[in-house]
């Protein structure tokens, strides 16, 4: 798995790219019904990708990364280099998305390693993500990676309710 920063642009995404990146949102509706995110999660446009790849980049320290594999999008992490509260000193996955057809074959746990492995060579010492309350599956996937629950609070930009994990980054 090859991991690139999508560089912020403020032209609009278009072409390839954008194609890719719908299919694989479109690929994860059972993760967009729950989040909610977009209108229907079964018809996912790509100018509804593009807008929301937009709207991370409006956040200062904000790395969108792909995953790529087989010869295609494989992947997405969206990170963030700290937390708007001043208080939370450590990074944030804001968001982990394998293509949907390929769940179950490691590429989540190798993209969180990937992700974790830039965060120590940045320095860093720790991680964390919110995990919303009604997906069992992702807070399993988490804690599987030893991230373990710290809080409960809602979400900053739809007020949902999520478990709050962290992670201790060891060196390897």
Request: charge should be negative; charged fraction near 25%.
């Amino acid at each position: 798995m090859i991991l690139d920063p999508l560089p912020p642009t403020s032209a609009p995404l278009s072409g390839p790219l954008l194609a890719e990146l719908t299919a694989l949102y479109t690929s994860n509706h059972e993760f967009h019904a729950l989040t909610g995110d977009f209108p229907d999660p079964e018809d996912i446009r790509p100018e509804q990708v593009a807008a929301a790849l937009a709207e991370e980049w409006e956040h200062p320290g904000t790395e969108i990364l792909l995953a790529r594999g087989f010869g295609r999008l494989i992947g997405i992490a969206v990170t963030l280099d700290h937390h708007p509260d001043p208080a939370d000193p450590d990074p944030w996955i804001g968001l982990l998305m394998v293509d949907a057809r390929l769940h179950g074959q490691g590429h989540g746990r190798r993209l969180a390693a990937l992700v974790e492995d830039r965060f120590r060579a940045a320095g860093r010492s720790a991680v964390r993500l919110a995990v919303l309350v009604d997906n069992p599956k992702a807070l399993a996937f988490w804690t599987a990676l030893g991230h373990q629950v710290i809080d409960h609070r809602e979400d900053l930009q739809h007020g949902r309710p999520c478990a709050v994990l962290r992670k201790e980054l060891s060196t390897r």
